[in-house]
């Protein structure tokens, strides 16, 4: 059955301002359909959510690219990242949380990345052409969040390498029907909640569209009683 995964990279549980918002907007999209949404949720920093992807993973990898057969142990690496990727592809929709670590994204989220991202899987290549998402026909909100950054700010309070780097993530594998949302500051600047409720605001106004592409997905599921 087709479902909105929804892939938390905040580690911060219940003080998570990301996951909050990201729970706000399942909920605006559950009230914006009047159904049920059937959601997933992956939290990215649980223990063994994600396999390594490395040495033995990344030859994987290469001899798929150099048309060489994998050896035993290269399959069952990249069996543990088409599992991943499976759950990614199964699903119709998307809701990241994201906050910003260091002016990137949190490492586990980019792990995740390298783990989905392969060829024949959610890229293909030609080369004379180059690549092609083969992720297409989906769509996708992503949350963002960071404590001193925000558009504008002097370069002196940082820069953002973060919500750009994964905008062009989900384009690069073709989920162009993206739509971003930014709580920033949410520790300096003058007034936190303001921007806290902005993107509130913002995602309450996103939700109605994005619950109205779930049900032409086939997505909702009929409202319990
Ligand atoms: C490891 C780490 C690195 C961070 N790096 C930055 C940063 O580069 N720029 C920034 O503005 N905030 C940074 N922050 C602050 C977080 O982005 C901010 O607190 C955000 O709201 C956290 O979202 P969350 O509550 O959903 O986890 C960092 C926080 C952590 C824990």
């Given at each position: 059955m087709p479902t909105l995964l929804h892939i938390n990279a905040?580690?911060?549980?219940?003080?998570s301002s990301s996951l909050k918002l990201a729970r706000t907007f399942i909920d605006s999209v559950r009230e914006s359909s009047g159904s049920d949404v059937d959601v997933e949720t992956l939290n990215?920093?649980?223990?063994?959510?994600l396999p390594e992807f490395g040495t033995t993973a990344a030859g994987a990898k290469m001899a798929i690219f150099s048309g060489q057969q994998q050896t035993s142990e290269q399959t069952r690496a990249w069996d543990a990242a088409r599992a991943v990727f499976d759950q990614f592809a199964a699903a119709d929709a998307y809701v990241f949380n994201i906050p910003m670590w260091n002016s990137g994204i949190p490492y586990v989220l980019k792990q995740w990345i390298d783990v989905v991202t392969q060829p024949g899987w959610s890229f293909g290549f030609d080369p004379q052409a180059g690549y092609t998402g083969l992720m297409t026909g989906r769509q996708a909100v992503a949350i963002h969040t960071s404590g001193v950054y925000a558009p504008?700010?002097?370069p002196a309070f940082g820069r953002d390498f973060s919500s750009t780097f994964f905008a062009d993530w989900l384009d690069f594998v073709g989920i162009q029907d993206a739509t971003h949302v930014r709580f920033a500051p949410t520790v300096l600047g003058s007034d936190p909640e303001q921007a806290r409720l902005l993107a509130v605001s913002k995602l309450d106004a996103a939700a109605p569209a994005f619950a109205a592409r779930l049900a032409a997905a086939g997505v909702l599921q009929p409202a319990a009683g």
């Open positions: 905040s580690p911060r549980g219940s003080h990215l920093f649980d223990s063994g959510a504008g700010v002097p």
